[in-house]
């Protein structure tokens, strides 16, 4: 099942980087790989707390990683 998501992952964001949506410096494999350890490390520490909280705060840092990577041109990725 991560093997699918994190080739979807890749694969969406290697569009994003031919698109020039973001750097051509950026990993596509690296970064899907961060999304899927972000979700499963989020998941498994709010499933402890019984609080979604972690999972929020994970995946927020993710997406603001991802962010650090929007071409000037770009700016709305949310």
Known sequence: MFAQW???????????????RIDA???????ADMFLAAYQG???LSQVARD???????LSA?????????TSDDQHIE
Request: hydrophobic residues 45%; without cysteine.
């Open 6 to 20: 994190r080739e979807i992952f890749r694969v969406g964001l290697d569009r994003m980087r031919q698109l020039g």
């Open 42 to 44: 989020g998941m498994l």
């Open 62 to 70: 993710a997406v603001d990683h991802l962010r650090t990577f929007v």
């Open 52 to 58: 979604i909280g972690p999972l929020q705060d994970a």
């Open 25 to 31: 410096s950026a990993d596509p494999a690296r970064l």
